[in-house]
Protein backbone atom coordinates (compact mmCIF):
# COMPACT_ATOMS: atom_id res chain seq x y z
CA UNK A 1 0.00 0.00 0.00
CA UNK A 2 1.41 3.40 -0.97
CA UNK A 3 0.17 6.37 1.25
CA UNK A 4 1.77 9.72 0.96
CA UNK A 5 1.50 12.52 3.65
CA UNK A 6 0.33 15.54 2.99
CA UNK A 7 -0.59 19.47 4.44
CA UNK A 8 -4.17 19.32 5.26
CA UNK A 9 -7.70 21.26 5.63
CA UNK A 10 -10.14 22.95 3.86
CA UNK A 11 -10.61 26.81 4.24
CA UNK A 12 -7.26 28.47 2.89
CA UNK A 13 -4.57 31.36 4.49
CA UNK A 14 -3.70 33.32 1.38
CA UNK A 15 0.20 34.43 1.33
CA UNK A 16 9.82 34.33 -2.06
CA UNK A 17 10.72 33.46 1.44
CA UNK A 18 13.99 33.23 3.22
CA UNK A 19 16.22 30.71 4.82
CA UNK A 20 18.01 29.15 6.91
CA UNK A 21 20.14 26.33 6.97
CA UNK A 22 20.98 25.89 11.28
CA UNK A 23 17.30 25.55 12.54
CA UNK A 24 17.80 21.67 13.96
CA UNK A 25 17.38 22.69 17.71
CA UNK A 26 14.35 24.44 16.53
CA UNK A 27 11.58 23.43 19.00
CA UNK A 28 8.47 23.49 16.67
CA UNK A 29 10.50 20.96 14.71
CA UNK A 30 11.16 18.72 17.83
CA UNK A 31 7.37 19.76 19.02
CA UNK A 32 6.13 17.52 15.96
CA UNK A 33 7.55 14.58 17.09
CA UNK A 34 5.26 14.71 20.18
CA UNK A 35 2.27 16.50 21.52
CA UNK A 36 1.07 19.13 18.72
CA UNK A 37 2.00 18.44 14.77
CA UNK A 38 -0.89 21.35 14.46
CA UNK A 39 1.61 24.05 15.48
CA UNK A 40 4.91 22.35 14.44
CA UNK A 41 4.25 22.32 10.75
CA UNK A 42 3.54 26.13 10.60
CA UNK A 43 7.53 26.10 10.31
CA UNK A 44 9.90 23.75 8.17
CA UNK A 45 13.49 23.69 8.50
CA UNK A 46 14.72 25.04 5.64
CA UNK A 47 11.91 26.59 3.98
CA UNK A 48 11.00 30.02 5.82
CA UNK A 49 7.02 29.97 4.73
CA UNK A 50 4.29 29.07 6.61
CA UNK A 51 3.07 25.32 6.49
CA UNK A 52 -0.62 25.96 7.51
CA UNK A 53 -1.80 22.09 6.87
CA UNK A 54 -0.84 18.89 9.41
CA UNK A 55 -0.01 16.33 6.86
CA UNK A 56 -2.63 13.34 6.38
CA UNK A 57 -2.11 10.08 4.54
CA UNK A 58 -3.36 9.66 0.87
CA UNK A 59 -4.25 5.79 -0.47
CA UNK A 60 -2.59 6.13 -3.59
CA UNK A 61 -2.46 2.43 -5.26
CA UNK A 62 -4.44 -0.26 -4.13
CA UNK A 63 -1.23 -2.74 -3.80
CA UNK A 64 1.34 -3.36 -1.63
CA UNK A 65 4.75 -2.08 -3.81
CA UNK A 66 7.89 -4.16 -1.77
CA UNK A 67 9.83 -2.74 -3.84
CA UNK A 68 10.24 0.03 -6.35
CA UNK A 69 12.21 -1.11 -9.49
CA UNK A 70 12.05 2.32 -11.61
CA UNK A 71 12.69 5.29 -9.41
CA UNK A 72 11.81 8.52 -10.32
CA UNK A 73 15.31 10.11 -8.99
CA UNK A 74 17.04 7.56 -11.68
CA UNK A 75 14.98 9.88 -14.33
CA UNK A 76 15.76 13.02 -12.51
CA UNK A 77 19.61 11.85 -12.35
CA UNK A 78 19.98 11.10 -15.99
CA UNK A 79 19.30 14.80 -16.58
CA UNK A 80 21.52 16.80 -13.93
CA UNK A 81 23.28 18.91 -16.24
CA UNK A 82 24.60 22.08 -14.17
CA UNK A 83 27.81 22.30 -13.30
CA UNK A 84 27.80 22.28 -9.39
CA UNK A 85 30.74 24.43 -7.84
CA UNK A 86 32.47 22.48 -4.84
CA UNK A 87 33.02 26.37 -2.77
CA UNK A 88 31.73 27.15 0.70
CA UNK A 89 28.14 28.04 0.14
CA UNK A 90 27.35 24.54 -1.70
CA UNK A 91 28.98 22.55 0.87
CA UNK A 92 27.46 24.49 3.76
CA UNK A 93 23.88 23.86 2.33
CA UNK A 94 24.80 20.52 1.28
CA UNK A 95 26.00 19.23 4.60
CA UNK A 96 22.68 20.46 6.21
CA UNK A 97 20.24 18.41 3.96
CA UNK A 98 22.62 15.47 4.18
CA UNK A 99 22.66 15.47 8.16
CA UNK A 100 18.76 15.86 7.92
CA UNK A 101 17.79 12.85 5.95
CA UNK A 102 14.43 12.95 7.29
CA UNK A 103 13.38 16.24 6.41
CA UNK A 104 14.34 15.19 2.46
CA UNK A 105 11.56 12.17 3.41
CA UNK A 106 8.89 14.44 4.34
CA UNK A 107 9.32 17.11 1.47
CA UNK A 108 9.33 13.65 -0.93
CA UNK A 109 6.14 12.20 0.66
CA UNK A 110 4.86 15.65 -0.22
CA UNK A 111 6.30 16.05 -3.38
CA UNK A 112 5.12 12.07 -4.39
CA UNK A 113 1.90 12.40 -6.35
CA UNK A 114 3.13 15.54 -8.31
CA UNK A 115 6.78 15.05 -9.14
CA UNK A 116 6.17 12.39 -12.33
CA UNK A 117 3.27 15.29 -13.59
CA UNK A 118 6.17 18.31 -13.29
CA UNK A 119 8.97 15.89 -14.42
CA UNK A 120 7.03 15.29 -17.88
CA UNK A 121 6.54 19.40 -18.21
CA UNK A 122 10.01 20.45 -17.79
CA UNK A 123 10.83 17.57 -20.57
CA UNK A 124 8.40 18.68 -22.95
CA UNK A 125 9.61 22.52 -22.58
CA UNK A 126 12.95 21.25 -22.84
CA UNK A 127 14.07 22.93 -19.38
CA UNK A 128 16.76 21.94 -16.68
CA UNK A 129 16.04 18.86 -14.45
CA UNK A 130 17.24 20.53 -11.56
CA UNK A 131 14.07 22.76 -11.96
CA UNK A 132 12.13 19.80 -10.35
CA UNK A 133 14.01 20.64 -7.15
CA UNK A 134 13.10 24.53 -6.79
CA UNK A 135 10.22 23.44 -4.85
CA UNK A 136 12.08 21.94 -2.01
CA UNK A 137 13.85 25.28 -1.75
CA UNK A 138 10.71 27.44 -2.03
CA UNK A 139 8.13 25.70 -0.36
CA UNK A 140 9.50 22.20 0.84
CA UNK A 141 6.78 21.13 -1.86
CA UNK A 142 3.81 22.57 -0.09
CA UNK A 143 1.45 23.38 -1.70
CA UNK A 144 -0.58 25.16 0.74
CA UNK A 145 2.95 27.16 1.91
CA UNK A 146 2.45 31.01 1.92
CA UNK A 147 5.06 32.91 3.15
CA UNK A 148 5.00 36.89 4.69
CA UNK A 149 5.84 38.57 1.75
CA UNK A 150 2.40 37.39 0.55
CA UNK A 151 3.98 34.41 -2.44
CA UNK A 152 1.86 31.47 -1.83
CA UNK A 153 1.70 28.04 -3.15
CA UNK A 154 4.42 25.31 -4.32
CA UNK A 155 6.32 28.04 -6.35
CA UNK A 156 5.57 30.69 -3.84
CA UNK A 157 3.97 33.12 -6.41
CA UNK A 158 3.28 36.69 -5.48
CA UNK A 159 0.05 37.61 -6.33
CA UNK A 160 0.94 40.55 -9.07
CA UNK A 161 3.51 37.93 -11.08
CA UNK A 162 0.80 34.97 -10.66
CA UNK A 163 -1.92 37.11 -12.74
CA UNK A 164 1.38 38.26 -15.13
CA UNK A 165 1.73 34.60 -15.82
CA UNK A 166 -1.78 33.34 -16.15
CA UNK A 167 -2.67 32.11 -12.72
CA UNK A 168 -6.47 32.81 -12.21
CA UNK A 169 -6.77 34.35 -8.61
CA UNK A 170 -10.71 35.43 -6.95
CA UNK A 171 -12.91 34.27 -4.00
CA UNK A 172 -13.31 30.44 -5.53
CA UNK A 173 -9.76 29.57 -6.07
CA UNK A 174 -6.03 30.88 -5.92
CA UNK A 175 -4.24 29.08 -9.23
CA UNK A 176 -1.14 30.03 -6.96
CA UNK A 177 -1.45 26.36 -5.06
CA UNK A 178 -3.10 24.27 -8.44
CA UNK A 179 0.07 22.32 -8.85
CA UNK A 180 -0.99 21.52 -12.69
CA UNK A 181 -1.34 25.53 -13.00
CA UNK A 182 1.31 26.98 -11.08
CA UNK A 183 3.52 24.23 -12.53
CA UNK A 184 2.80 25.98 -15.78
CA UNK A 185 3.18 29.47 -14.79
CA UNK A 186 6.48 28.65 -13.45
CA UNK A 187 8.05 27.50 -16.26
CA UNK A 188 6.59 30.48 -18.17
CA UNK A 189 8.46 32.60 -15.59
CA UNK A 190 11.41 30.63 -15.54
CA UNK A 191 12.21 30.67 -19.24
CA UNK A 192 11.50 34.20 -19.64
CA UNK A 193 14.05 35.10 -16.84
CA UNK A 194 16.23 32.68 -18.73
CA UNK A 195 15.87 34.93 -21.61
CA UNK A 196 16.15 38.32 -19.76
CA UNK A 197 19.80 36.99 -18.65
CA UNK A 198 21.33 35.23 -21.72
CA UNK A 199 20.92 32.06 -21.10
CA UNK A 200 21.94 31.88 -17.42
CA UNK A 201 20.34 29.83 -15.18
CA UNK A 202 21.80 31.07 -12.13
CA UNK A 203 21.85 34.33 -12.54
CA UNK A 204 17.05 33.34 -13.99
CA UNK A 205 17.11 31.52 -10.68
CA UNK A 206 18.71 34.37 -8.46
CA UNK A 207 15.89 36.55 -10.61
CA UNK A 208 12.65 34.11 -9.25
CA UNK A 209 13.52 34.73 -6.26
CA UNK A 210 14.89 38.35 -5.77
CA UNK A 211 13.52 40.26 -8.62
CA UNK A 212 14.76 40.93 -12.48
CA UNK A 213 15.12 44.32 -11.24
CA UNK A 214 17.43 43.55 -8.95
CA UNK A 215 19.80 40.97 -10.10
CA UNK A 216 19.70 43.41 -13.59
CA UNK A 217 20.86 46.01 -11.64
CA UNK A 218 23.69 44.06 -9.72
CA UNK A 219 24.72 42.60 -12.66
CA UNK A 220 25.16 46.26 -14.32
CA UNK A 221 27.26 47.96 -11.44
CA UNK A 222 30.02 45.11 -11.55
CA UNK A 223 29.82 45.43 -15.15
CA UNK A 224 30.52 48.74 -14.91
CA UNK A 225 33.31 48.46 -12.46
CA UNK A 226 35.05 45.89 -14.31
CA UNK A 227 34.17 42.72 -11.92
CA UNK A 228 32.40 39.51 -13.31
CA UNK A 229 29.13 39.49 -13.53
CA UNK A 230 28.15 35.70 -12.85
CA UNK A 231 26.11 34.98 -9.66
CA UNK A 232 29.00 34.29 -7.36
CA UNK A 233 30.36 38.20 -7.66
CA UNK A 234 27.57 39.63 -7.64
CA UNK A 235 26.19 41.91 -4.87
CA UNK A 236 22.50 40.04 -3.91
CA UNK A 237 20.88 39.78 -0.48
CA UNK A 238 21.80 37.00 1.70
CA UNK A 239 18.42 35.52 0.69
CA UNK A 240 19.34 35.09 -2.87
CA UNK A 241 23.34 34.14 -2.22
CA UNK A 242 22.11 31.02 0.18
CA UNK A 243 19.12 30.39 -2.53
CA UNK A 244 20.96 29.71 -5.49
CA UNK A 245 23.54 27.19 -3.18
CA UNK A 246 20.42 25.45 -1.87
CA UNK A 247 19.33 24.06 -5.29
CA UNK A 248 22.51 22.97 -6.03
CA UNK A 249 23.57 21.28 -3.14
CA UNK A 250 20.17 19.38 -3.59
CA UNK A 251 21.29 18.59 -6.83
CA UNK A 252 24.51 17.31 -5.88
CA UNK A 253 22.89 14.90 -3.56
CA UNK A 254 20.27 13.88 -5.85
CA UNK A 255 23.51 13.03 -8.25
CA UNK A 256 25.56 10.84 -6.04
CA UNK A 257 23.65 10.21 -2.60
CA UNK A 258 25.55 7.95 -1.89
CA UNK A 259 28.64 9.84 -1.26
CA UNK A 260 27.26 11.83 1.23
CA UNK A 261 25.23 9.15 3.41
CA UNK A 262 21.73 10.03 1.83
CA UNK A 263 18.94 7.60 1.37
CA UNK A 264 16.59 9.24 -1.29
CA UNK A 265 12.89 8.24 -0.46
CA UNK A 266 11.71 5.96 -3.17
CA UNK A 267 8.94 7.31 -5.96
CA UNK A 268 8.23 4.91 -8.51
CA UNK A 269 8.22 6.48 -11.88
CA UNK A 270 4.80 6.61 -12.74
CA UNK A 271 1.96 8.95 -12.30
CA UNK A 272 -0.25 8.17 -9.29
CA UNK A 273 -2.59 10.97 -10.09
CA UNK A 274 -4.55 11.90 -13.15
CA UNK A 275 -6.63 15.22 -14.01
CA UNK A 276 -10.57 14.54 -14.69
CA UNK A 277 -12.54 16.85 -16.82
CA UNK A 278 -15.90 17.90 -14.38
CA UNK A 279 -17.37 20.03 -17.18
CA UNK A 280 -18.91 22.57 -14.88
CA UNK A 281 -18.94 23.65 -10.94
CA UNK A 282 -19.50 21.15 -8.30
CA UNK A 283 -19.33 21.03 -4.65
CA UNK A 284 -16.44 19.37 -3.29
CA UNK A 285 -17.92 17.62 -0.19
CA UNK A 286 -20.06 15.62 -3.09
CA UNK A 287 -17.24 15.03 -5.28
CA UNK A 288 -15.37 13.55 -2.53
CA UNK A 289 -17.79 11.09 -1.87
CA UNK A 290 -18.01 10.42 -5.24
CA UNK A 291 -14.29 9.66 -5.57
CA UNK A 292 -14.61 7.66 -1.86
CA UNK A 293 -11.77 10.00 -0.71
CA UNK A 294 -12.31 12.84 2.16
CA UNK A 295 -12.72 16.34 1.71
CA UNK A 296 -9.10 16.77 3.08
CA UNK A 297 -7.63 14.23 1.14
CA UNK A 298 -9.46 15.68 -2.59
CA UNK A 299 -8.57 18.73 -1.29
CA UNK A 300 -4.55 18.23 -0.51
CA UNK A 301 -5.01 17.01 -4.08
CA UNK A 302 -6.74 20.10 -5.44
CA UNK A 303 -5.32 22.84 -3.17
CA UNK A 304 -6.52 25.88 -5.27
CA UNK A 305 -10.25 25.64 -4.13
CA UNK A 306 -10.91 28.22 -1.41
CA UNK A 307 -14.59 27.23 -0.92
CA UNK A 308 -17.09 24.49 -0.81
CA UNK A 309 -17.35 23.91 -4.61
CA UNK A 310 -14.98 24.50 -7.34
CA UNK A 311 -15.20 27.82 -9.26
CA UNK A 312 -18.33 28.50 -11.28
CA UNK A 313 -16.31 29.73 -13.92
CA UNK A 314 -13.52 27.45 -13.66
CA UNK A 315 -10.99 25.55 -14.24
CA UNK A 316 -13.59 22.25 -13.88
CA UNK A 317 -11.20 19.68 -13.43
CA UNK A 318 -10.31 17.54 -10.73
CA UNK A 319 -6.88 15.78 -9.70
CA UNK A 320 -7.66 12.33 -8.61
CA UNK A 321 -5.39 9.33 -7.34
CA UNK A 322 -5.70 6.94 -10.31
CA UNK A 323 -7.54 4.04 -8.03
CA UNK A 324 -10.21 6.44 -7.61
CA UNK A 325 -10.55 7.88 -10.90
CA UNK A 326 -13.57 4.80 -12.50
CA UNK A 327 -15.47 5.08 -9.66
CA UNK A 328 -15.62 9.22 -9.72
CA UNK A 329 -16.08 8.74 -13.39
CA UNK A 330 -19.30 6.18 -13.30
CA UNK A 331 -20.92 8.50 -9.93
CA UNK A 332 -20.29 12.18 -12.10
CA UNK A 333 -22.16 10.51 -14.99
CA UNK A 334 -25.20 9.00 -13.31
CA UNK A 335 -25.04 12.71 -11.18
CA UNK A 336 -28.05 14.84 -12.81
CA UNK A 337 -26.53 18.15 -13.30
CA UNK A 338 -29.02 20.02 -11.06
CA UNK A 339 -27.79 18.36 -8.16
CA UNK A 340 -24.17 19.10 -8.22
CA UNK A 341 -24.95 22.15 -6.23
CA UNK A 342 -27.50 22.30 -3.52
CA UNK A 343 -29.94 25.54 -4.38
CA UNK A 344 -31.91 27.55 -1.90
CA UNK A 345 -35.03 29.51 -2.71
CA UNK A 346 -34.49 33.06 -0.33
CA UNK A 347 -37.30 35.82 -0.30
CA UNK A 348 -35.86 38.85 -0.04
CA UNK A 349 -37.06 40.98 3.04
CA UNK A 350 -37.04 44.62 3.57
CA UNK A 351 -33.31 45.73 4.62
CA UNK A 352 -31.83 43.19 2.39
CA UNK A 353 -28.94 43.81 0.00
CA UNK A 354 -27.13 41.50 -1.97
CA UNK A 355 -23.72 41.95 -0.17
CA UNK A 356 -25.75 40.72 3.37
CA UNK A 357 -27.45 38.06 1.38
CA UNK A 358 -24.02 36.77 0.15
CA UNK A 359 -22.45 36.78 3.65
CA UNK A 360 -25.51 34.90 5.27
CA UNK A 361 -24.82 32.39 2.32
CA UNK A 362 -21.37 32.23 2.55
CA UNK A 363 -21.13 33.23 -1.07
CA UNK A 364 -20.75 36.23 -2.93
CA UNK A 365 -22.92 39.15 -4.74
CA UNK A 366 -21.44 38.18 -8.32
CA UNK A 367 -22.49 34.18 -7.78
CA UNK A 368 -25.72 35.41 -6.85
CA UNK A 369 -26.06 37.52 -9.68
CA UNK A 370 -24.79 35.27 -12.12
CA UNK A 371 -27.29 32.54 -10.91
CA UNK A 372 -30.17 35.36 -11.45
CA UNK A 373 -28.90 36.94 -14.54
CA UNK A 374 -29.05 39.90 -12.84
CA UNK A 375 -27.25 42.62 -14.44
CA UNK A 376 -27.18 45.32 -11.70
CA UNK A 377 -27.10 44.56 -7.49
CA UNK A 378 -30.68 45.86 -7.89
CA UNK A 379 -33.38 43.77 -5.53
CA UNK A 380 -36.95 44.23 -4.04
CA UNK A 381 -38.68 43.15 -0.94
CA UNK A 382 -40.72 39.99 -1.90
CA UNK A 383 -39.30 38.75 -4.44
CA UNK A 384 -37.23 35.11 -4.83
CA UNK A 385 -33.73 34.93 -5.18
CA UNK A 386 -31.97 31.22 -6.03
CA UNK A 387 -28.67 30.77 -4.10
CA UNK A 388 -26.11 28.34 -4.63
CA UNK A 389 -25.12 26.65 -1.38
CA UNK A 390 -23.34 23.66 -0.09
CA UNK A 391 -24.70 20.04 0.38
CA UNK A 392 -23.22 19.32 3.72
CA UNK A 393 -23.25 21.09 6.68
CA UNK A 394 -19.87 24.11 6.82
CA UNK A 395 -18.61 22.13 9.57
CA UNK A 396 -18.01 19.82 7.49
CA UNK A 397 -15.68 21.62 5.42
CA UNK A 398 -14.36 23.75 7.95
CA UNK A 399 -14.18 21.58 11.15
CA UNK A 400 -9.78 21.11 11.17
CA UNK A 401 -9.47 24.26 10.07
CA UNK A 402 -11.72 25.33 13.20
CA UNK A 403 -9.73 22.88 15.39
CA UNK A 404 -6.46 23.94 13.42
CA UNK A 405 -6.55 27.83 14.08
CA UNK A 406 -8.25 27.24 17.84
CA UNK A 407 -4.72 25.32 18.64
CA UNK A 408 -2.78 28.16 17.15
CA UNK A 409 -4.19 31.11 19.36
CA UNK A 410 -4.18 28.79 21.86
CA UNK A 411 -0.40 29.19 22.14
CA UNK A 412 -0.21 32.68 23.30
CA UNK A 413 0.71 34.55 26.31
CA UNK A 414 -1.22 36.92 28.38
CA UNK A 415 -4.36 37.96 28.71
CA UNK A 416 -6.83 36.70 25.71
CA UNK A 417 -8.74 39.25 23.38
CA UNK A 418 -10.89 38.81 20.79
CA UNK A 419 -11.26 41.76 18.49
CA UNK A 420 -13.65 42.12 15.99
CA UNK A 421 -12.71 43.84 12.56
CA UNK A 422 -14.21 46.69 11.91
CA UNK A 423 -15.02 49.47 8.76
CA UNK A 424 -11.35 50.71 7.60
CA UNK A 425 -9.08 48.63 10.24
CA UNK A 426 -5.81 47.52 9.57
CA UNK A 427 -3.58 45.25 10.88
CA UNK A 428 -1.22 47.60 11.55
CA UNK A 429 -4.14 49.81 13.16
CA UNK A 430 -5.36 46.95 15.27
CA UNK A 431 -1.81 46.24 16.59
CA UNK A 432 -1.04 49.42 17.88
CA UNK A 433 -4.47 49.66 20.11
CA UNK A 434 -2.84 46.43 21.65
CA UNK A 435 0.60 47.14 21.15
CA UNK A 436 1.19 43.93 19.57
CA UNK A 437 3.09 43.81 15.61
CA UNK A 438 1.29 43.02 12.77
CA UNK A 439 3.28 39.96 12.16
CA UNK A 440 1.78 38.48 15.88
CA UNK A 441 -1.93 39.05 15.06
CA UNK A 442 -1.46 37.35 12.31
CA UNK A 443 0.76 34.67 13.61
CA UNK A 444 -2.35 34.30 16.20
CA UNK A 445 -4.96 33.92 13.73
CA UNK A 446 -3.73 31.54 10.41
CA UNK A 447 -2.76 33.91 8.40
CA UNK A 448 -0.33 36.06 6.76
CA UNK A 449 0.03 39.61 7.63
CA UNK A 450 -0.74 41.37 4.29
CA UNK A 451 -3.73 39.06 3.71
CA UNK A 452 -7.04 41.37 3.31
CA UNK A 453 -8.92 41.33 6.62
CA UNK A 454 -12.67 40.73 6.42
CA UNK A 455 -15.44 42.77 7.97
CA UNK A 456 -16.60 41.55 11.33
CA UNK A 457 -13.90 38.82 11.66
CA UNK A 458 -12.82 37.72 14.99
CA UNK A 459 -9.24 37.97 15.71
CA UNK A 460 -7.21 36.63 18.79
CA UNK A 461 -5.09 39.07 20.71
CA UNK A 462 -2.64 38.36 23.47
CA UNK A 463 -1.68 40.90 25.39
CA UNK A 464 1.07 40.76 27.69
CA UNK A 465 -0.24 40.79 31.73
CA UNK A 466 1.03 43.26 33.22
CA UNK A 467 2.80 41.29 36.10
CA UNK A 468 5.65 42.34 37.93
CA UNK A 469 8.04 40.33 35.30
CA UNK A 470 7.03 42.37 32.66
CA UNK A 471 6.29 45.57 33.70
CA UNK A 472 7.65 47.78 36.39
CA UNK A 473 7.56 51.04 37.44
CA UNK A 474 10.11 53.27 37.35
CA UNK A 475 11.55 55.72 40.53
CA UNK A 476 9.89 58.70 39.26
CA UNK A 477 6.40 56.52 38.95
CA UNK A 478 6.14 57.71 35.34
CA UNK A 479 7.44 55.06 32.51
CA UNK A 480 6.26 51.72 32.13
CA UNK A 481 9.19 48.97 31.37
CA UNK A 482 8.22 45.82 29.49
CA UNK A 483 10.70 43.24 28.70
CA UNK A 484 10.19 42.27 24.91
CA UNK A 485 11.64 40.18 22.11
CA UNK A 486 12.45 41.66 19.20
CA UNK A 487 13.22 40.01 15.55
CA UNK A 488 16.82 41.34 13.99
CA UNK A 489 15.19 42.31 10.06
CA UNK A 490 17.15 43.14 7.07
CA UNK A 491 19.33 46.60 7.55
CA UNK A 492 19.41 46.49 11.02
CA UNK A 493 22.00 47.34 13.25
CA UNK A 494 22.28 47.62 17.39
CA UNK A 495 22.56 51.24 16.73
CA UNK A 496 19.16 51.42 14.57
CA UNK A 497 17.61 49.36 17.06
CA UNK A 498 18.71 51.31 19.92
CA UNK A 499 17.60 54.39 18.17
CA UNK A 500 14.32 53.09 17.49
CA UNK A 501 13.40 51.98 21.34
CA UNK A 502 14.99 54.99 23.34
CA UNK A 503 18.03 52.02 24.76
CA UNK A 504 21.45 52.08 24.50
CA UNK A 505 23.82 49.97 22.76
CA UNK A 506 25.32 49.05 26.18
CA UNK A 507 22.41 48.09 27.54
CA UNK A 508 21.45 46.05 24.26
CA UNK A 509 24.81 44.25 24.52
CA UNK A 510 24.15 43.34 28.21
CA UNK A 511 20.72 42.22 27.59
CA UNK A 512 21.68 39.68 25.11
CA UNK A 513 25.37 39.10 26.00
CA UNK A 514 26.58 40.59 22.48
CA UNK A 515 29.95 41.92 21.15
CA UNK A 516 29.25 44.81 18.96
CA UNK A 517 32.24 43.98 16.75
CA UNK A 518 30.13 40.94 15.69
CA UNK A 519 27.00 41.63 13.04
CA UNK A 520 23.69 40.88 13.58
CA UNK A 521 21.99 38.81 11.55
CA UNK A 522 17.95 38.50 10.16
CA UNK A 523 15.92 36.12 12.46
CA UNK A 524 17.84 36.70 15.65
CA UNK A 525 16.30 37.37 18.73
CA UNK A 526 16.97 40.29 21.28
CA UNK A 527 15.71 40.63 24.59
CA UNK A 528 14.72 44.33 25.43
CA UNK A 529 13.44 46.30 28.16
CA UNK A 530 11.67 49.38 26.56
CA UNK A 531 10.00 52.02 28.27
CA UNK A 532 7.02 51.51 26.42
CA UNK A 533 5.56 55.53 26.92
CA UNK A 534 8.97 56.39 25.48
CA UNK A 535 8.24 54.83 22.35
Given at each position: ?K ?12 G??T??S??D ?16 L??D?T????H????VDI?LSD?D???I ?5 QRV??Q?N ?9 I???TW???H ?6 V??R ?9 EEL ?13 IVE ?7 Y ?5 S???Q??S?T ?7 Q ?11 A???A??K?L ?8 G???L????Y ?8 R?VK?N???G??T??W?L??PK ?16 KR?QD???TL?A????P?IS??D?G?Q ?12 S ?5 A?N??F???A ?8 L??PN ?6 K???AKL????R????R ?5 G ?5 I????N ?12 A??N ?11 AT ?7 SY???R ?6 K???N???YT?R?GDTLW?I????N ?9 N ?7 L ?8 W ?5 AS??S?T????A ?5 N??V ?8 I???F ?6 I???N?L?R?K???P?QML??S?N??S?
Amino acid sequence: MKKLLFPLSFTLLFGCQTTSSNNDEDPTVQLAQNEDIYVALLADETANVIHPKADVDIRLSDEDKLAISDDVWQRVRSQLNFEIPQNNKVIAQRTWYAKHNAYLDRVAKRAEPFIYHIIEELEQNDMPMELVLLPIVESAYDPFAYSHGSASGMWQFLSGTGKQFGLQQDWWYDGRRDVAASTQAAIKFLKYLNKRFDGDWLLALAAYNSGEGRVARAVKYNARKGKPTDFWNLKLPKETRDYVPKLLALADIVKRPQDFGVTLYAIENTPVISQVDIGSQLDLALASDLAGLSVDELHALNPGFNRWATAPTGPHYLLLPNNKVEKFKEGLAKLPKTERLSWQRYKIKNGDSLSVIAKRFNTTTTVIKSANNMANNNIRAGKYLLIPTATQSLDRYKSYEQVRLSKIASKGKGNKVVYTVRSGDTLWDIGQLYNVSSKQIAKWNGFAPKDTLRLGQKLTIWKESTTASSTSKTASGNAVVRNINYKVRNGDSLARIANKFKVTIKDIEKWNNLNRKKYLQPGQMLKLSVNITSI
